[in-house]
């Protein structure tokens, strides 16, 4: 679960700061002002470490597609680098450097400059990468403990295109007992050559060998623990289909679009209760089943119970917002506990109360343990969560629970602004800008009755 987030150097976003994600964080701001780059940028590190791409630093298209290298390089100028600091509530941090590697063989080519990664139970590992991420390179690995010094350093050759992370060695020290005991971890004599896959390990002892590859293992483990349980929705959900057939698979995400969020419900036996339940505090239906077509068919139609008629009806035959409405409850209440959500503009094609009940909807999910990123244009929608911390129901929330950050676009890039929120339920060091469309229609409308 994301816990801390800062960007620098990546498309519109100079420095965001250190951006603290609480259980609720809502990105605002004027269209293009950079939020969407937030996301982004959490996504090019997920496409990257979910890809099986072993050559390639940072992947541009899969969740997202980010144009070439230096489109996403702020102003396009790439003798600054872009870094990435992100920390989880486990107190891991990790801090990614990209830049750009001008030379006659590989002009333009990205490589990770930098990579550092801190387990509060277990050294400071700092990866100082002369080359792209599987090529040659060099590791430190440096013990953060008062004034103690380094308790090593290796310089090793790998074989180009084989990630060190998979390297699997036989016949030597159990991983785990050298990670728990690292208070013990002593050098012994280094051997002065060893020998794998053809290449040289010159001056490494086994144990030292040992503790790089568990050490990478690790981190590689621990990032993709983080970034398996990110799932992002984005704007534009699928339109209703009027019959769906069933892929016979089990995804975990609904996707970008929301295409598998019939897969998950097909599945899952709790949640059809969960979406009944929701719609009808949208008050768009009474009832909520999918139903095969024919037995062995595997097509469905989702067939609802219109909440004012009761009259049954076909998922298509109910409107535009539904069927927006149902891959944030999917993904919200299917996703497993400490997980984060990136939500744009889920008030996308709902109506002004809808809006509001989609704010109740932020504030159920988040008190299952997960964590929500939501980029909106709705002041309903920030409000109305706002509103939960003077309820005395189970819904109600903490000012701690909740943060705005603030997005405005200027000629140095944009500006990120955190505004939080009293026991009140009032905004706090809101910049101007920040919502005012209304008060100025308000007094718009004043001026022309006078």
């Known amino acids: 679960m994301l816990k801390k987030i800062r960007i620098q150097n990546f498309k519109c976003l100079q420095d965001t700061k250190d951006m603290e994600i609480r259980p609720i964080t809502f990105l605002a701001g004027p269209n293009s002002s950079g939020k969407s780059s937030v996301f982004q940028a959490i996504l090019a590190l997920k496409q990257t470490v979910e890809s099986s791409d072993m050559r390639s630093p940072l992947i541009l298209q899969d969740y997202i597609d980010l144009g070439s290298y230096k489109d996403v390089f702020y102003k396009h100028d790439t003798d600054k680098d872009i870094k990435i600091d992100f920390e989880n509530l486990n107190l891991n941090k990790w801090s990614i450097a990209y830049a750009i590697q001008e030379d006659k063989e590989r002009p333009g080519r990205i490589f990770v ?14 990866f100082s990468l002369l080359g792209s991420f599987f090529s040659s390179g060099e590791l430190k690995i440096v013990r953060e403990k008062g004034n103690s010094p380094f308790i090593g350093k ?19 020290e159990d991983v785990s007992e050298i990670l728990l005991n690292l208070e013990k971890f002593y050098l012994i004599e280094p051997r002065k050559t060893l020998s794998m896959w053809g290449k040289e390990f010159s001056s490494i002892s086994r144990k030292e060998l040992l503790l790089l590859f568990s050490l990478s293992s690790l981190l590689r483990d621990k990032t993709e623990e983080l970034f398996d349980h990110i799932y992002h929705i984005g704007p534009l959900r699928d339109e209703p289909e009027r019959v769906y057939s069933a892929s016979g698979a089990y995804p975990q995400s609904v996707g970008k679009h929301g295409q598998w969020t019939i897969d998950i419900i097909q599945y899952n036996e709790e949640i059809g209760g ?44 109910v409107g535009f917002g539904t069927s927006q409405i149902l891959p944030i409850i999917v993904q919200g209440f299917t996703s497993p506990e400490n997980s984060t959500l990136l939500l744009e503009q889920p008030e996308i094609h709902l109506h002004p109360k809808a809006q509001c009940v989609m704010g109740d909807l932020l504030v159920d999910i988040a008190k299952t343990s997960k964590r929500l990123i939501v980029e909106t244009h709705s002041d309903l929608l920030i409000e109305r969560v706002c509103k939960h911390i003077l309820l005395k129901d189970d819904t109600k929330i903490t000012p701690e629970d909740i943060i705005i950050y603030y997005f405005e676009p200027t000629k140095e890039g944009a500006t990120v602004k955190p505004i939080t929120v009293n026991e009140h339920a009032q905004f706090e060091n809101f910049p101007e800008g920040f919502f005012e469309e209304r008060f100025e229609e308000a007094l718009s409308r004043a001026e022309l009755m006078e």
């Open 113 to 126: 400059k930098s990579l550092e990664f801190f387990d509060k139970q277990l050294p400071s590992i700092i």
């Open 154 to 172: 290796l310089k090793i050759v790998r074989e180009q295109g084989r990630p060190y992370h998979k390297i699997e060695l036989e016949g030597l």
């Open 274 to 317: 969960i979406i009944k339940s929701w719609l009808e505090k949208f008050n768009i239906s009474i009832d909520f089943a999918l139903e095969e077509l024919k037995k062995g068919s595997r097509r469905y139609e989702v067939v609802l119970r219109d909440y004012f008629t009761k009259t049954k009806v076909n998922l298509a035959d």
